[in-house]
């Protein structure tokens, strides 16, 4: 799975921190503040596009909440404002909003 990055330059300068890390260079501590600085953030997303992808998948609420690990009811309340996805599950939809569904199921 390919991680997005900020920017190009952030994208070379996180692969060069990886190796370091692997290499035995750089601590764990010091390869947290380079993902920090690296990697893009997870956008949230309002209700309407989780809709969106749910329907661009044409999947059922609680076939998405079985890819998600979440209940059919937390992907309603999702869709209509109530709630809003965090951490993980966030970080899942914006990658099937990237990758498609697909991407989860293999």
């Given amino acids: 799975m390919a991680t ?13 921190a990886t190796d370091a890390h692997k ?3 750089m601590d764990k501590t010091t390869m947290r503040k380079f993902d920090t600085l690296c990697l893009a953030k997870v956008e949230a997303l309002t209700p309407r596009q ?8 044409n999947v059922s609420q609680a ?4 890819h998600l690990n979440v209940t059919t009811g937390l ?9 809003r996805p965090s951490g993980p ?4 939809l914006a990658l099937i909003k990237r990758k498609g569904l697909e991407i989860l199921a293999e």
């Fill in 4 to 16: 997005k990055h900020k920017t190009r330059i952030a994208q070379v300068v996180h692969a060069a």
């Fill in 23 to 25: 290499a035995g260079v």
């Fill in 50 to 57: 989780i809709q969106a992808i749910r329907d661009r998948e």
């Fill in 63 to 66: 076939v998405l909440a079985r």
């Fill in 75 to 83: 992907i309603s309340q999702w869709e209509r404002g109530e709630r």
């Fill in 89 to 92: 599950a966030l970080t899942l």
